[in-house]
């Protein structure tokens, strides 16, 4: 019986030592490392279990365009657009359009009367009578000078008489022309009607019949040829060379997602934003059919000619403070952190400026086991 238990007692010592063995070559292997790192350089042993998160694929040069996109806003064109002001203070006695209406250079938009416009024209009506009373005066003097009965004192005062009037003519009637009128159809105590300085369509319009209007009042009636109008983008000025050999450049408005709107760049500002490091591009667009409105945003798509360029996936690059970087196969199992100038093109494909070169093996995906390790 004591032999039984003594026996007992030692497969009971064997099973743990076995027990403890067995946890003690677990526990070694497990933190047997999966790989080694020197420098930049990553070596996975054969058996390492991060080869089965790679992805390698070669770099390759392609044929792309390359895209900028960016913010833009709709506006009219100045030479198109103009806002009616009233000249001076006065009332409205007359209203010639209504909202929408088309307008041509010239059209009457409505009719101000004022005691400032009738007192100009009452000092034009002077002015213009005591300059033919001076003009005939003149001629008179001149006559009998000649016919050895006048004096040419007389003349030379009458003369510059007649030199005064004729100047507070000139004032007299550019103080009317100010207002834009025909001074041949001028009529003594008329109103001012006020004209269409454009072509175009009364967009907004305020005016009110009998309504006082005061000075330096907002304007009352807007004219907008619309046919074409601008679009204001924003782009960095890192990317300025980008646009100089633009093949074209499309415009997407949410409002019509579906619409295809194209237009070209019409000036390149001189002068860069010292607060947001920008440069405005205005691009002209058709707008025939009115989708496009001022004050709009839309988006805007600059699309450069097709070039042949070293691209690898996006999701292939990693940036640590500002360095960006790839992981390239040097080896079955090794693999060297490059550094890399880039420029983006797409949100799947990044062009590649300096670092790697065609040919090459990178890492496309699962790079971040590669990074966690060093």
């Not at 009971?12 to 933190?31: D, M, P, R, V, W």
């Not at 607060?275 to 001022?294: F, G, I, M």
Request: aromatic share 8%; with cysteine.
């Amino acid at each position: 019986m004591k032999t039984i238990k003594i026996q007992s007692f030692n497969l009971l010592i064997l099973g743990l030592c076995f027990i403890i063995y067995s946890c003690h070559k677990k526990i070694t292997e497990e933190e047997k490392p999966e790989y080694t790192v020197s420098g930049n350089t990553i070596i996975l042993t054969d058996n390492s279990n991060l080869k089965n998160h790679l992805k390698i694929e070669p770099v390759r040069n392609e044929w792309l365009s390359s895209n900028l996109s960016t913010v833009g806003v709709v506006r009219a064109i100045p030479t198109c657009y103009a806002e009616i002001v009233p000249p001076f203070a006065g009332r409205i006695t007359q209203s010639f359009v209504k909202l929408g209406q088309r307008v041509k250079v010239g059209s009457p938009l409505f009719a101000i009367s004022s005691p400032e416009y009738f007192n100009a024209q009452k000092d034009y009506f002077e002015a213009q009578q005591e300059y033919s009373l001076s003009n005939l005066n003149l001629k008179r003097q001149k006559d009998l000078l000649q016919h050895g009965v006048g004096i040419q004192r007389v003349v030379e005062e009458a003369k510059t008489d007649y030199e005064t009037k004729k100047s507070a003519l000139e004032n007299a009637t550019a103080a009317l022309k100010v207002f834009n009128i025909n001074i041949n159809n001028l009529k003594l105590g008329q109103p001012l009607i006020v004209t269409s300085p454009i072509k175009g369509e009364i967009i907004t319009s305020n005016i009110v019949i009998g309504q006082y209007i005061k000075e330096e009042t907002e304007p009352i009636t807007t004219i907008a040829e619309l046919n074409k109008v601008w679009i204001a983008g924003q782009i960095k000025e890192k990317d300025l060379g980008f646009i100089n050999k633009l093949k074209e450049v499309t415009i997407q408005a949410d409002a019509f997602p579906h619409k295809k709107i194209t237009g070209n760049i019409f000036h390149v500002n001189e002068m860069v934003d010292e607060n947001t490091r920008s440069v405005e591009v205005l691009v002209e667009c058709d707008n025939s059919d009115r989708t496009l409105k001022p004050g709009m945003y839309v988006n805007v798509n600059f699309k450069n000619e097709p070039g042949e360029t070293l691209t690898v996936p996006t999701k292939a690059i990693y940036q640590v403070n500002d360095d960006q970087f790839v992981f390239v196969q040097v080896d079955k199992n090794k693999f060297t952190k490059k550094k890399v100038e880039t420029k983006d093109i797409s949100k799947d494909k990044t062009e590649i400026k300096n670092g790697i070169k065609s040919g090459e093996n990178i890492v496309t995906e699962g790079g971040i086991y590669l990074l966690e390790a060093q």
